[in-house]
């Protein structure tokens, strides 16, 4: 195992101490699938103070002594080690009420969640591995240390890394977890909005993404009580044939794998049963499910307290995926003038992936909504205005013509719907022209 100089150096100097160390969880996994760690978490039978004895050489900070960790500065790079511990009772069902500390590895790895994340190596001993975590990750299986009931009562959070795991690595829960995360499903209230936000964009990015979501709906309408309607929904029209909830998971997996446009598909058609119809030939309608979503897309982004950048682009997405798109340079430059090149791009994907997830007429237009892609990239690339600031006339410009008021804005506006629309060239003497004539016109 490849293992950071500052790495070996610290557990180097807590070996010739006396004491035991290892790294452990999270590195030694990726190790073991072949992956290159980056982040090396230390464990040590030293006790806090005897570790900061070790390096009083060093700078040390005490960065959580009531959990053992403390902080040794190896050339500027911070490495936290943390002695082995046993935890007290979660009452909060995020974190121990206490900690005690242990000289044993086998009673720290004990604590930790799944099999694969409580495997220890030391080059000086090898791998310790009491809970065939390694065999675990040999079979792509995803197991809870010991009783899961109990592994995920103590840290509720614990249910939202199972599902990431399964989704970013493509292991599958083993049934007693599986069936433990789901009977426990209620205990995600003691997880705060950010970390159920984190988590869930990590899974959705997860090439195995949509398998998790069509085995667990319950669980994700548990985070998002505004996908529980869509569970079973049948949409009862000629674009679909999948339940509402198939076709958020199949439009998820049509998505590039950036988070916030697979949020966005994901929350795309909650709004559906709130704004169901029925037409006289029977088919279901969906008059204003666009907006209706966007404006529920607002209410589960604020719970998760989604910043403000996360928030808009979801919105956006979401309220313009209904829309019908023209393959005209007249419409590509009204919504690069509206949304900007990435946002429009994102609606536009958003199309490909809705139609993606619909009958095979649906799917027709998906070269269309690409094409649209490529033609606004490319109009994009030629600098056009989009924007009154960038006429070649200004308002001080048109004072010639007419005294400064709130009847020049007018003007600018004309001229950049002229421009916008092909009627006008961005030409500061045809500019002129226009803006006399709509003048003239206004006056008669």
Excluded at 28 to 35: F, I, K, Q, S
Excluded at 174 to 179: G, H, L, P, V, Y
Aim: include cysteine; charge should be negative.
């Amino acid at each position: 195992m490849q293992i950071p100089n500052s790495i070996t150096y610290i557990l180097d100097r807590l070996e010739q101490a006396g004491y035991e160390a290892y790294i452990v969880g999270g590195c030694v996994r990726d190790a073991l699938m072949g992956h290159k760690p980056h982040d090396f978490d230390i464990t040590t039978s030293a006790l806090p103070e005897e570790t900061m004895q070790v390096f009083s050489d060093m700078r040390v900070i005490p960065t959580g002594l009531k959990h053992g960790t403390v902080t040794v500065l190896y050339d500027s790079e911070p490495i936290e080690i943390t002695t082995y511990r046993i935890d007290g009772e979660y009452a909060d069902g995020r974190h121990p009420d206490e900690v005690r500390f242990t000289r044993s590895l086998a009673e720290d790895v004990s604590r930790r969640d799944f099999t694969m994340n409580g495997i220890a190596y030391s080059p000086e001993r090898g791998l310790f591995d009491i809970n065939c975590g390694a065999e675990d990750i040999r079979r792509g299986v995803i197991r809870c240390i010991g009783d899961p009931d109990r592994r995920f009562g103590e840290d509720a959070l614990r249910i939202l890394r199972a599902l990431r795991f399964s989704a970013v690595l493509g292991f599958e829960i083993e049934k007693d977890t599986a069936d433990s995360l789901r009977r426990n499903k209620e205990l995600l209230v003691n997880v705060s909005g950010e970390r159920i936000l984190t988590e869930l964009q990590k899974l959705l990015c997860g090439a195995n993404a949509g398998a998790v979501l069509r085995s667990y709906p319950e669980v994700f309408a548990q985070m998002i009580p505004e996908l529980a309607p869509c569970i079973g929904y049948e949409q009862h029209n000629r674009y679909h044939s999948l339940t509402l909830y198939e076709h958020l998971v199949e439009a998820v997996e049509n998505t590039p794998a950036e988070a916030g446009l697979r949020l966005a598909m994901l929350l795309h058609d909650i709004g559906k049963p709130l704004t169901q119809t029925e037409g006289e030939d029977g088919q279901w309608h969906f008059y204003g499910h666009a907006e209706k979503s966007a404006e529920l897309s607002g209410n589960v982004l604020d719970r998760f307290h989604a910043s403000s950048a996360l928030r808009l682009r979801v919105h956006e997405i979401i309220k313009y995926h209904g829309m019908v798109p023209e393959n005209t340079d007249k419409f590509i430059r009204r919504r690069l003038a509206k949304h900007g090149l990435s946002m429009f791009r994102d609606i536009m994907l958003a199309h490909i992936a809705d139609d993606s997830a619909k009958a095979d007429f649906a799917r027709e237009r998906i070269p269309v909504w690409q094409d649209i892609i490529r033609r606004a990239v490319e109009i994009d690339s030629q600098k056009p205005c989009l924007s009154i600031k960038q006429l070649a006339v200004n308002g001080k410009d048109l004072s010639v013509l007419i005294p400064p008021s709130p009847k020049t804005g007018e003007v600018l506006k004309f001229l950049l719907d002229g421009v916008l629309d092909g009627r006008f060239t961005n030409d500061r003497d045809e500019l002129f022209v226009q803006a006399r004539r709509y003048l003239d016109e206004k006056t008669e």
